[in-house]
């Protein structure tokens, strides 16, 4: 079975502009999660999705938002990016029916704002 | 809420010696909880994981972690290590909230293995 998957692996923006990650779980994964990685705040969790529908969301401005579609792929977005929003974008899905909890991780999107 | 903490941020240890990396949690209930290893540049690879029953809990790679209620602790352990177990390690908590899934991580642990 294919794992995560995440485009783009790399990308450069500038300040003020935004941007749209993408996230493909693996296949019958029902759950995907959405995680920051910087070296100073480590690894910081923004949102997740279930069916299409938001069920957690960590502590970031709404510049972040979140989807997901009926085939379980999610996007994220960032507005108005800011220096600080350089970082690795992580997501991670889970299959959740039969008590499958564990995440499983894609390679990630890194950033960076310029 | 819940929390965890590595203590090592960095680890040196000689190939073919054990390892044991320490982790502490802070979380009300019985948490779910897990140890992944992240190489440069790449994303995090799950180890093991530790949901209920048994707490010793064997992974990939050789590893093995166990659950201590009694001191908060879910440490990894090796007992030989390869110079290609060298990346950064983190422990994390699972928590379902009003269905959801969501984990906090400890800060890391980074290894760096002498041959």
Same mark, same amino acid.
């Given at each position: ?47 997740? &999705? ?38 690795? &974008? ?25 | ?6 203590? =090592? ?44 029953? =048994? ?29 290609? =177990? ?30």
């Amino acid at each position: 079975k294919a794992g995560v998957t995440q485009t783009p692996r790399y990308l450069i923006k500038t300040r003020g502009q935004q941007v749209t990650l993408s996230c493909s779980p693996i296949s019958g994964h029902r759950s995907v999660s959405w995680y920051q990685q910087t070296p100073g705040q480590g690894l910081q969790f923004l949102f997740e &999705y279930f069916s299409e529908t938001q069920r957690n969301k960590g502590n970031f401005p709404g510049r972040f938002s979140g989807r997901q579609f009926s085939n379980s792929r999610s996007e994220m977005n960032v507005s108005t990016l800011e220096l600080g929003d350089s970082a690795l &974008y992580l997501c991670a899905s889970s299959l959740e029916l039969g008590g499958g909890y564990e995440q499983y991780f894609g390679p990630g999107t890194r950033l960076t704002v310029t | 809420a819940q929390s965890v903490t590595q203590p =090592d941020i960095h680890i040196t240890v000689s190939e073919g010696a054990s390892l044991e990396l320490r982790c502490n949690y802070s979380y009300g209930a019985t948490p779910y909880l897990f140890w992944y290893v992240q190489s440069p540049g790449q994303g995090l690879q799950l180890l093991l994981k530790y949901f209920s029953g =048994d707490t010793l809990v064997q992974g990939i790679k050789g590893f093995e972690a166990e659950f201590k209620r009694s001191q908060s602790s879910f440490n990894l352990r090796k007992p030989s290590v390869h110079w290609s =177990d060298a990346a950064e390690y983190f422990c994390a908590v699972g928590r379902l909230t009003g269905g959801g899934n969501k984990l906090t991580f400890g800060t890391g642990t980074q290894l760096k293995v002498e041959l």
